[in-house]
């Protein structure tokens, strides 16, 4: 199962607020990559982080990569209705092989107009 | 630059038959991840290859095999199907390297359905 714990696990939004969601674990990543999956699609990366305390944007999203190394969050802001699908953290850590990430149980986004 | 790339993208086979998926990563990526989504499991990691050699293997029975190519694509087979193999099985590819960062890419998946 997964290691590392997502939430929430869902969350219905309207149009315009912001979402928040997080990833915590209780092993240490040197890698945190948030994804966006729609329903039938492969993910799609979103944002990577790679040193502790990061902060980074991309548009509307912000993730952050936590100082502890254990957690991180990713934020939307003003979301619009083709924000709707499920969110998914991945880390990787440095004792695994290059391609091995570990992923979250995903968070699913509804967004009501 | 084309993305990952997955074929077949749906499958539909029987308890007991075998299947191969096969997976093309962007081009120069020599790392290829295969993992394996349920809805009650989520996304489990299956095996990693680097330059045609295994490197890793998740906690799936040896029904689940794979190998890669000179040219990195790859290939995983399951073996005498189960009704629990089915599943959207992904591929994700990256650039590997001591500077690079680690981003792996996916491609739409092959969803699998044993009946």
């Known amino acids: 199962g997964q290691q590392l714990n997502q939430s929430p696990q869902s969350m219905f939004i309207q149009e315009g607020e912001d979402v928040s969601m997080n990833c915590t674990s209780s092993s240490i990543f040197n890698t945190w990559l948030w994804y966006k999956q729609d329903p039938g699609e492969g993910p799609v990366l979103l944002i990577a982080?790679?040193?502790?305390?990061e902060l980074t944007s991309n548009g509307r999203l912000t993730a952050q990569f936590g100082i502890t190394r254990k957690d991180s969050f990713l934020n939307i802001s003003a979301s619009i209705p083709s924000d709707v699908g499920i969110y998914f953290c991945?880390?990787?850590?440095?004792?695994?092989?290059?391609?091995?990430?570990?992923f979250g149980a995903g968070t699913q986004v509804v967004v009501t107009p | 630059k084309a993305g990952v790339t997955q074929t077949p993208r749906y499958l539909i086979k029987t308890r007991g038959q075998q299947v191969t998926l096969s997976c093309s990563p962007i081009?120069?990526?020599?790392?290829v991840s295969w993992y394996q989504q349920t809805p009650g499991q989520g996304l489990q990691f299956l095996f990693e290859?680097?330059?045609?050699?295994?490197?890793n293997k998740g906690n799936f029975p040896g029904r689940f095999s794979g190998r890669q190519f000179s040219n990195s694509r790859s290939e995983m087979n399951v073996s005498t199907l189960e009704l629990g193999d089915s599943a959207l099985y992904l591929c994700?590819?990256?650039?590997?390297?001591?500077?690079?960062?680690?981003?792996?890419?996916f491609g739409p998946g092959t969803r699998l359905t044993v009946l």
């Open positions: 994700a590819s990256s650039l590997e390297g001591q500077w690079l960062y680690n981003e792996q890419f």
């Open positions: 290859y680097f330059s045609e050699t295994q490197r």
């Open positions: 081009s120069g990526h020599r790392s």
């Open positions: 991945a880390g990787h850590r440095t004792t695994d092989s290059w391609g091995k990430l570990q």
């Open positions: 982080l790679y040193k502790a305390g």
